[in-house]
């Protein structure tokens, strides 16, 4: 483990030519204070954890100091907010420092959150209140601990500073990792701004940094579009298994890595409601938690649109290319949330014919509001007579439960399994403890008052969200009435 000094930090973004970011002058922070840190985090990039207590980490990571090899920089791209094209967006409140080089050779790129204004600050304050850095950070690590791909969490620095927002808050600077922050907005930037070869000098340096192995293909920009496609339904796959509502999938929220990114007002089902909406701004529902598949292929349509002129020298054959990709999508996230939700259900092997179980199931739940985290974490006890009731008494009408009891425990006979071994399996990925909005909600009412415990408690609750921890039974119980009272809106 590393001391800060001898952390290997280069930008490589950074060395791109000025149109593709801003070098903003650092922001005032006052009195900064640290308000977590995520030694898993550290991990990865080989910072030993005592180096968080140190002054230099504290003005290092609000951005005052930089280390050595740290270039901050703020990213230019645009994109398709609520489905409206905004030609220039960019970091308004984020700050690339730049990437570390581990031993083994990856490399994480850091970046501040709320770190001050830039040229791409439309106005704006440039920061983040200690609320959406605490949901963010504690997201982003649930998210990784559930196996679902996503930036990840270094620590939160606050400062007593007034922030002003629907009430005066406090604000703090997230830091935050991940192989790269490029988003499909960067590339809508460049190809609807008219800058074909920035374009082009953006796709080489993704594909350089992040898909070398495209790089030796006949048609490298064809197979980067395609390898994104395959890569985001996946992800949106895993979001549906889950059961995550992000709330802003707007383009400049997509991860050209196919990372879960820029977490706002999303939301964790509680009872199953296909059309959830999480973020309290979205009112007509464009982003409710089932048009999430059908939004994915229409932002990725956005990005083939954007790396058209990349496919072919010919238009429409870039456009026939471009088609035919997008159109393996809907197969793609369909087979791998089948087997996903077979794997919920404690299938060994899922076919075709388990869509029909599973969107049955799907559809008993939405009827009668069933939580949807508890009753995948109890449906592997069915045969228990202790619990059987209980899962019976999650519907209005137990009887067409039974019904699908009937057919499924035959769909399991078929497979011929030990039933112990297929419990164990459903325990390894029917998670028991998710970021429900209200657990979330209490950590930040402490950590307002300067109170970080709650917010350690939850993280390291969620580090193991399969683990049966009996000493945090209630963080596993039905939200308290309060819950639904909780509004999340872009607001952060
Ligand atoms: P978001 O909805 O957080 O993904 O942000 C959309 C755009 O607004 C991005 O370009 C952000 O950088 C920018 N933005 C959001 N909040 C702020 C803020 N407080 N100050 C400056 N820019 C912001
Ligand atoms: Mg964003």
Redesign the pocket.
């Known amino acids: 483990m590393h001391k800060l000094e001898d952390l290997k930090f280069i930008n490589s973004y950074a060395r791109l030519p000025e149109a593709f970011h801003d070098r903003p002058m650092p922001a005032p922070f006052p009195q900064p204070y640290r308000v977590a840190f995520n030694e898993k985090a550290a991990a990865l990039i080989g910072l030993h954890p005592e180096e968080a207590s140190r002054a230099e980490f504290v003005n290092a990571f609000t951005g005052q100091v930089p280390l050595t090899g740290m270039e901050p920089v703020s990213m230019i791209y645009a994109g398709h907010?609520f489905g409206v094209y905004v030609p220039q967006?960019?970091?308004?409140?984020?700050l690339v420092l730049g990437e570390v080089q581990t031993p083994e050779g990856a490399r994480w790129e850091l970046q501040l959150k709320g770190s001050g204004?830039t040229r791409?600050?439309?106005g704006?304050?440039?920061?983040?209140v200690l609320r959406s850095t605490i949901r963010e950070y504690l997201a982003s690590e649930a998210m990784h601990a559930l196996g679902v791909p996503t930036t990840r969490a270094l620590t939160i620095l606050g400062s007593d500073m007034p922030v002003y927002r629907e009430r005066v808050e406090t604000a703090a600077i997230l830091v935050r990792m991940a192989p790269s922050h490029v988003r499909f907005g960067s590339f809508e930037y460049f190809a609807h701004g008219g800058y074909p070869a920035r374009l082009k000098e953006l796709a080489d340096y993704v594909i350089a940094h992040h898909y070398p192995e495209l790089a030796e293909r006949d048609q490298p920009y064809f197979a980067f579009l395609e390898t994104v496609i395959r890569r985001t339904a996946d992800l949106i796959a895993r979001w549906q298994a889950v059961g995550f509502a992000h709330g802003?999938m707007?383009t400049?929220?997509m991860s050209i890595l196919g990372l879960t990114i820029?977490y706002?007002p999303y939301g964790f089902l509680d009872a199953y409601q296909p059309g959830f909406i999480c973020n309290h701004s979205d009112h007509r529902g464009r982003y409710a938690f089932d048009q999430q598949p059908r939004i994915a292929w229409w932002n990725l349509a956005c990005l083939a649109q954007a790396l058209l002129p990349l496919l072919h020298e010919d238009e429409a054959a870039g456009v026939e290319l471009a088609k035919a990709a997008l159109d393996r999508f809907n197969g793609q996230f369909a087979s791998r949330w089948t087997a996903l939700m077979g794997a919920k259900l404690g299938l060994a092997e899922t076919r075709r014919e388990d869509l029909d179980l599973i969107e049955r199931l799907l559809g008993l739940m939405a009827g009668s509001a069933v939580d949807y985290t508890r009753f995948f974490r109890a449906l592997g006890r069915f045969h228990d007579p202790d619990w059987l009731p209980d899962l019976r008494a999650a519907f209005r009408e137990p009887e067409a439960f039974d019904a699908w009891l009937t057919d499924y425990q035959a769909r399991l006979a078929g497979e011929g399994r030990e039933d112990t071994a297929r419990l164990a399996d459903m325990l390894a990925v029917n998670p028991k403890y998710v970021l429900r909005n209200y657990l979330a909600q209490m950590a930040i009412a402490k950590a307002e008052q300067k109170d970080f415990s709650e917010l350690e408690r939850l993280q390291r609750l969620l580090e193991r969200p399969f683990d049966e921890q009996p000493e945090m039974e209630a963080y596993a119980a039905l939200p308290p009435d309060w819950a639904e009272e909780i509004a999340v809106s872009?607001s952060?």
């Open positions: 907010q967006l960019g970091d308004g409140r984020a204004p791409f600050s439309r704006a304050d440039g920061r983040a802003v707007n400049d929220n820029d706002g872009c952060s």
